[in-house]
Structure formats: C-alpha cells, structure tokens
C-alpha cells in the first residue's frame, strides 16, 4: 500500500536493500563465528609433537587417527546417545507441560511459566553443581529413595550416564516447552470445538486433533534441545567428570591438558559437522513432510 | 425447542429468557449486531457453553444432559475450523470415523458428500491450499456428513467477498432444502438471513425482538430497533389518537387510520424508503436536499419538518425532481408501521 515511488526505484537499489540491511548482522556473524570456525579447522591440520609443541604443517593426520582409533568412537557415541536420550525426555516432559501451561488461566499460568523458564535464569555452572549436591551418595535423591525403601544403597549418579541425562535433561526442557507453548498459542480453539461436535472426546481431540498440529514445535524443540545437548560442556564436566567423556569434554581436555591443540581441534569440528548434518537433515525432513500442510 | 434460556456472565446477562421453537426442516436464522447475545445461544445450543438457566430439547430429549461431543450436531464455524494436517476428504471423513462407520461406507458417503458440494476434484488437498470458498464447502461437507439433526451456522459466510458470498448464499439453501436438515445460522447480516431463513429471530442485547418470516419482519417490524436493523427505514415522531374506536396516527396535519393496540399518546411510524411517493398536494412537505445515482435506483434525500427522509426511487425512466425543488411525500396507510414512541436506545 505505498506509493508508486518505491516500484520507480531502479531494481538494481532494490535488489541490493536486503543486504545491505543485513550487512551489520552478517558482519558481527562473519567476526565472531565463522572466522574463530576457520581457524579452528586451519589448526586441526596442523601436527602436534610432544617434544617440538605445534608443527605447522597442513594434513589429515589427525582426523586419520581419530577415526582410526575405537576410543574416540566411543566417546562420540555416547555424546549423540546422550544427546538423544536427553532429547526424547526432554519432549516427553516439555510437551505436555506445554500444554497444561497454555490451558492454565492467569496468574497460574504466568507464576508456572516462570517457574518452568527459570532454570534458565541461573548459571549453567551454579545448577548444575546444584544437581551435584543432589546426586551425591548422601545427597537427597538417594536419601529419599533409600526412606521410600525403593533402594537399599545409594545409587550412582555422579560420574555416571544417568546423572548427565537427568541434569542435561533439566537444563533443557525448557526449550521444549517454549517452542511447543508457541504453536498452541497459534491453534484456533474452534478446531477443538470441530472435533468434539463431530464427536470425539477428549483424549481423541488431544492426539488425532492437537498433538499433530503442534508437531512441528516439538520437533523444532527438540531439535534445539538435540543440538545443545550433543554439544553440552559444562554439564557433562561437572557432573560425568573426566572419567566419563563427551566429545566437548575432550576437545576441552586435549586443548587443556595434553596442550595437543590440532586434535583438539579436530574432534571439535567433528562434533560440529556432526552436530549440523543431524540438525540440518531432520530440519529439510520436517520442512518436506509439513510444507503442504502448514504453508 | 429453546425454552426461557439464559446465560449471564457475573451480572450481565448476555441471552435474556430466549424461547425458540424450530420446526422440522425448518431454517431459522438468529439475527442481531454483534454482542446481541446470538453466539452465545449458538455456543449453548452446541453444548461449548453451559447456561446460566433454562432449558434446550431436541426432539422431546433434554440436550442439556447430552455432552457436546454426542449432541451430533452438525456445526459450520466462522474460522470454518478445518483440521489443517488432515485433507479435504480425512475433515470430511473425521466425523463418520468418530461414529465407527465401517471403511467402504464412509468412503461412500465422503465422496457423497463432497459431491454434493461440488469439491470431489480436491478431496485429497490440504486446507492451506485451498481458497476461503473451497475450504468453506468443506467445512460445510463435513458437518453434513455425520446426518445432523440441527445444523448449527456461525457467520459462515462472514470471511467470504460479496459475490462468492450470494453465490454460496444461493447453494446454502438449495443443498439445505434438498437434505431437508433443521438448521439455525447466526448471522449479523440482515441480506443474508432475509435470503436464507423460513424466519428470522431478532436479537438486540441478549433480548429477542422478534420472530418472524423475513418479509413480515421486514414489512411489520414489531419494534424501532427490527425496522432499523432490517433494511433502511425512514422513523418519524408522531401523535397516535383513539378517534371514536379507531385509531388514528397523525403528523401534524396528516392523519391516517391505524391498526395498532397501542395506547394513545406519542408514538413512532416507520416508513420503506421505497414506499413513500411524491404527491402533488396535501403531502408532507419538504425539500429535496442530494439525489444518489445506484445503477438501478436513486437514493434521494428530502429534508421535512420530521427530519431528514429517505426515499429510494426505481431507475424506470421516471422524471424525478431536482435537488433544492420543493416537493409533498405520500404513503399509503398500510406501508407504514406504528410503533411505540422512540426510546432512547433505538
């Protein structure tokens, strides 16, 4: 509903607007994330030695190492299980939470939401030492369930799969519940009322009626929850410690404690080519199965 | 079937004592300005709002009793409320899949169905691909599907332009008649519950106003606010006199017989546009102030001494007046509809 002026521009101005607005955004992008990308991926060719530190020469050599050695198999194995186990319980709580949230009314509604959102609030460092607190053999959740009888000696949380997934699991739940909180809030409560006058009931309308139409924002939850989990630091390293690797935890090893920068490097780029091929691939996957219905 | 219904919110009453009987077949529309109180009926009627007191029965049976989800009625909602991850025909099938019809005979009556409303072509195509027309007839299709005994309508023509609008108008009511489907459709557009209904409840602020065929609420309406609200109409003030046991209602000079059981005293008439004439003599005086050109009729105003009126004259190559020419309006006795004097609301 302009006037005339803008489509009297020359299409050339025109063409280039988009870029040049985006210009700033892109630039900061480029400075802080793609160059500190290239360069970790320029240093995982190099070599390192223990005796001559790092060589400065460009070869594959360390990505053949990795993958020719069963140990790194195994760590990145159990970052993508955990990632994936953190995934599915994330959903399996986020969404329904989601949903009991958006049928809530003001100020429950409002005080629940931020109870769900605040983990978020806090320090990823300070929670999750919370959870160390809480996972230890005389912390609570073995105390409660050694007086509930359900367990004769402490569990083992700390260092341990379990521990990573519950606290990993608490971290990032949230994510879930925003994402699918957003798309009930986009349902037009009169499809609802479809159903039921046809004659469903209330379970029927929840998972033929609800449920598919919130799917794509569980599956872009857990996307984000998939990636940040397979990518997580300082969860796995204070509560799996060092005896219990992820592919982050190791990089961060090697760069710190061996002083072998290039491997480091090399499983770091890794984990991220890892991480975006998985991310992208569900994403074209969920934007092909939904793009009739949804657009 | 409505008796004495009610629904208040904390005070304020939104369906005030609402009693409706629908005949069989019959196609009823509720008609009002919005806030009238005529989606909420609706909503209590489908069982989505629960009210505050009287009574629905379909058939004899007490609807109240019945939870909205085996009511089985049949609603057409103003969002139409497609189910946008199924297709035409899954919508159109959800309803008979609920009533555990066997494969083969759903099939049957989906493609049945959406014959009926012309759309067999796009039974596979999801909703987001089709226009605001096509997803009506769906909408349409699958509450016909399951047979309801009512057919409950919420504005659902309101999302659609003017000339898809009469043409869906026109198919509404032939594929209404041909089913013979009890149905009652909410509306705030007094063209098309005119063009749709056997009658017409008027509603204003929760209240019914009144019922009637359409024409009759047209041509008798039973309250300033009905001649207001269907159609334009001209109101004037006017004095109603008992005159030896009958009534006469008069504008100062000008007096005619009426047929009312009002109380003598102030009183207001109601005159159609396109009932008042030009008179050479004896007429309410008054000057013509615009003339409008509608293609098939002019629209003149005349200023009187009642106020400004209204007159629509047939574009049938009659010589009409020139603006600012003084003229004399006429009507006949039975055009025009005596009413209680003006209150402050209408």
């Known amino acids: 509903m302009t006037t005339g002026e803008s489509t009297r521009r020359p299409a050339e101005s025109l063409r280039l607007t988009p870029y040049l607005l985006s210009g700033p955004a892109l630039a900061v992008l480029a400075a802080l994330l793609v160059v500190p990308l290239i360069a970790t991926f320029l240093l995982s060719l190099h070599s390192f030695d223990l005796y001559k530190g790092i060589e400065n020469v460009y070869n594959f050599r360390n990505y053949a190492d990795i993958f020719s050695d069963p140990y790194f198999y195994r760590i990145y194995g159990r970052t993508f299980r955990i990632a994936l186990i953190v995934t599915a319980l994330a959903v399996l709580l986020g969404t329904p939470e989601a949903y009991i949230l958006n049928r809530m009314r003001d100020p429950w509604r409002r005080i629940c939401l931020l109870l769900v959102l605040g983990p978020l609030f806090i320090s990823i460092v300070s929670r999750t030492l919370g959870w160390a607190l809480l996972f230890g053999s005389t912390g609570l959740v073995n105390q409660g369930l050694m007086a ?54 209330q379970s029927t309308v929840l998972f033929r009626i609800v449920l598919p139409q919130v799917m794509p924002g569980i599956l872009s939850g857990a996307i984000i929850v998939f990636a940040l989990a397979a990518s997580a630091f300082a969860t796995p390293a204070i509560i799996g410690g060092r005896r219990l690797q992820v592919a982050a935890t190791l990089a961060y090893d090697e760069f710190l404690n061996t002083l072998n920068w290039p491997l480091g490097a090399a499983i770091a780029v890794l984990l991220v080519i890892a991480n975006v091929v998985i991310v992208a691939g569900c994403n074209r996957l969920i934007e092909r199965r939904y793009a009739q219905v949804f657009q | 079937m409505l008796d004495g219904l009610t629904k208040s919110y904390g005070g304020i009453v939104a369906v005030d004592h609402l ?37 629905i029965s379909l058939d004899g049976a007490d609807l109240l009793a019945v939870p909205p989800n085996k009511r089985g009625l049949g609603i057409v909602f103003q969002s139409y409320a497609l189910f946008p991850h199924m297709t035409a025909a899954e919508n159109v099938a959800f309803g008979l899949e609920m ?38 007839r769906v909408a349409l299709a699958r509450a016909l599907a399951i047979r309801p005994k009512v057919l409950l309508l919420d504005e659902p023509l309101s999302n659609l332009d003017a000339k898809l609008r009469e043409e869906m108008q026109i198919e509404l009511r032939q594929i209404q008649q041909r089913l013979g489907t009890t149905t009652i459709l909410v509306t705030h557009d007094q063209a098309e519950a005119m063009a749709l209904s056997d009658r017409v409840v008027i509603m204003n602020k929760g209240r019914v106003e009144q019922i009637a065929a359409p024409d009759v609420a047209y041509s008798e309406p039973a309250s300033p606010f009905v001649a207001n609200f269907l159609g334009k109409t001209n109101q004037f003030p006017a004095m109603l006199r008992a005159d030896g046991g009958r009534h006469v209602v008069a504008i100062g000079e000008l007096a005619w017989p009426a047929d009312t059981a009002l109380p003598p005293g102030p009183a207001t008439i109601s005159v159609r546009p396109e009932r008042i004439g030009f008179t050479a003599a004896g007429g309410l005086p008054g000057v013509l102030r615009n003339r409008v ?54």
């Open chain 2, 19 to 55: 009693s409706l009987t629908v005949g069989e077949g019959e196609f009823v529309s509720l008609l009002g300005p919005s806030g009238c109180g005529k989606t909420t009926t609706l909503q209590m009627i489908a069982g989505f709002l629960e009210p505050s007191g009287g009574r």
């Open chain 2, 99 to 136: 009533r555990r019809m066997p494969r083969a005979d759903r099939d049957a009556r989906v493609a049945e169905v959406l014959a009926l409303v012309g759309l067999t072509a796009l039974a596979d195509r999801f909703p987001n691909r089709m226009s605001g027309g096509q997803q009506q």
């Open chain 1, 148 to 201: 509930a009888g359900l367990i004769e000696s402490p569990l083992q949380f700390m260092y341990s799969e379990t521990g990573v997934v519950i606290a990993l699991t608490h971290v990032l739940v949230p994510f879930v519940v925003i994402s699918v909180w957003a798309s009930l809030r986009r349902l037009d409560p009169q499809v609802e009322h479809a159903a039921v006058s046809l004659g469903a009931g």
């Open chain 2, 293 to 346: 050109f509608q293609g098939n009729h002019w629209l003149l105003q005349v200023q009187t001494a009642s106020g400004l009126v209204t007159i629509i004259r047939q574009n049938n190559g009659e010589a009409l007046p020139a603006e600012g020419d003084r003229i004399a309006l006429s009507w006949r006795a039975e055009d025009m509809s005596v009413m209680a004097a003006r209150d402050t609301a209408a």
